[in-house]
């Protein structure tokens, strides 16, 4: 959702009349969104200056809210301008602030500001939109935690439940100003006659008048009417939030159940309706599928993962929900149904392969997680066609993972004779892709991304029999063990390769 300007300036008017010392809640908010301006005018060319300049924005409105406590505007505007810097890496390394602590004070201000208009649908959204946040934050940090995950759920339960009243404000005031429109044009109609009678009698009899300029800035309080973008925004939110408790909470034996009770009590045919109905025609239809099918996919994990679906229906599953959308185009779906495949293949295989003795079982298993994996392969190589995107460095890295997934199909238990075959040739890929990876998240933003091509590059050229220049990346990046474990966890290595690597220490 667009941040909401409560106070704009004329920007065609001088600001050498704003007062030097603001006396009043108005003058306080002017001052705050000129701080901004000038934040986001140094954003892209001087992170530090546009830092110092947003966090004396917020400073503006927190010394504002110090006199005028129940202003919801200043407090909004705090709130937001605080979220919006931990959305920015850049900005974020310049403030020597934990990404979650500055998270955490923003859902405090956000909640501050909802106490003061508990039906503000933009207050709503943003505040569900921090929440959603956290719960990544806290989901990352504790990636192995049953705890986390615990956490995490609850606070993405939390933005369900804002974004739905969110959703219920915003049909209310779309229906009132579609009446409005209708009531307005039958009007117009009616006096267009009337009107134009005036204007030539008025014509005729006229003197020129003068008119008094005002010089001094202007500040006006602006309601943006709600449209149908505005609804399939929220609606799309509410809809990825419930993809991602589903997903996360499939994690967790006892809860999972529940979990899946209170996304299907939230994800009604009404619901899924409303989307499709408000993104039809629309530039957002696409988006508003991919949407669907990712919920259908990730409650489709968990009905596994709780025995209330077997493998074969949760593949099939998966794969008609996105069978017949057309991603050609669409960056974002392509990587959103690769990561579907991707899912579905590593679960099935932690739910069935990993536990089965049946060869047949295990099999079956390997074909259809090489299946998975090269759907997923076809479609991120898709997506890294779009060179411009800015994720483009992550998806030349999970292009490198899928090549290691397959080729360690070939190793126990699945021994799948078509990795085993292929094996030097997805290697190659891998170590390809992940150099690409490296190359594009170098001199910018992306540090952690560029981290983990150098590793995983080297990782690839060792398992192709040349270990030395991981051994190199090992002495100069601390990180590498850590990615390397990782990898192993993800099944992109095994063990017993690692452990065979000189001065490996576990975990």
């Not at 300049?53 to 505007?77: G, M, Q």
């Not at 696409?286 to 949760?314: H, M, N, P, W």
């Not at 890929?429 to 990876?437: C, L, P, Q, T, V």
């Not at 981290?451 to 991981?470: C, D, P, Q, R, S």
Request: include cysteine; charge should be negative.
């Amino acid at each position: 959702m667009a941040p909401k300007k409560s106070f704009m300036k004329d920007l065609k008017k001088k600001s050498k009349n704003t007062p030097q010392q603001s006396t009043t809640a108005d003058e306080y908010l002017a001052a705050g969104v000129d701080f901004e301006e000038a934040g986001g005018k140094w954003r892209s060319g001087d992170a530090a200056k546009s830092a110092r300049f947003f966090v004396r924005a917020i400073e503006c409105y927190d010394e504002a809210l110090k006199k005028f406590p129940t202003s919801f505007d200043l407090a909004y505007n705090k709130a937001r301008v605080q979220y919006e810097l931990t959305q920015h890496p850049k900005l974020l390394k310049q403030l020597q602030l934990p990404g979650m602590q500055l998270l955490q004070t923003a859902l405090d201000s956000s909640r501050y500001a909802l106490n003061l208009n508990s039906n503000g649908a933009d207050v709503l959204f943003n505040t569900a939109q921090v929440l959603t946040s956290l719960a990544d934050g806290v989901s990352w940090k504790n990636s192995n935690d049953a705890e986390g995950d615990r956490a995490s759920c609850s606070l993405l339960e939390e933005a369900l439940g804002l974004f739905q009243r969110c959703l219920l404000q915003q049909e209310r005031e779309y229906e009132q100003f579609q009446a409005q429109l209708a009531s307005a044009s039958g009007q117009m109609e009616a006096s267009i006659s009337e009107n134009v009678q005036i204007q030539e009698s008025n014509s005729n009899n006229s003197t020129p008048q003068s008119t008094d300029t005002n010089e001094e800035e202007q500040w006006v309080s602006v309601m943006e009417p709600i449209t149908k973008d505005s609804l399939v925004d929220t609606l799309l939110a509410l809809v990825e939030t419930l993809s991602v408790l589903c997903s996360r909470s499939s994690r967790l034996e006892r809860d999972a159940g529940k979990y899946l009770h209170t996304v299907e009590q939230f994800a009604t045919p009404d619901l899924l309706q409303k989307l499709s109905m408000y993104a039809s025609g629309t530039e957002r239809e696409l988006d508003a599928a991919v949407g669907q099918a990712g919920l259908v996919s990730s409650c489709s994990e968990t009905k596994y993962r709780v025995r209330v679906i077997e493998f074969r229906a949760y593949s099939a599953a998966v794969e008609e929900a996105w069978a017949r959308l057309d991603l050609e185009k669409h960056v974002e779906g392509l990587c959103n149904r690769a990561e579907s495949y991707t899912t579905a293949s590593n679960t099935i295989f932690e739910g069935e392969a990993a536990n089965s003795a049946d060869p047949s079982i295990i099999s079956e298993i390997a074909k259809l997680q090489w299946m998975l994996f090269s759907l997923a392969a076809q479609d991120v190589t898709a997506a890294s066609k779009f060179r411009d995107d800015e994720n483009i460095g992550k998806i030349f890295l999970m292009r490198g993972d899928l090549e290691l997934s397959r080729a360690s199909l070939g190793r126990p238990p699945l021994n799948l004779e078509l990795a085993q075959k292929n094996r030097s040739v997805l290697l190659g890929n891998a170590e390809k892709y992940y150099r690409g990876a490296k190359v594009l998240t170098s001199g910018g933003e992306m540090q952690e991304e560029n981290e983990e091509a150098t590793i995983k590059e080297a990782l690839a050229k060792g398992l192709l029999g040349n270990w030395k220049e991981l051994e190199i990346v090992r002495e100069t990046n601390v990180k590498t063990d850590e990615i390397l474990w990782q990898a192993v966890g993800e099944r992109l290595v095994d063990e017993e390769t690692l452990g065979a690597i000189e001065h490996l220490k576990d975990g």
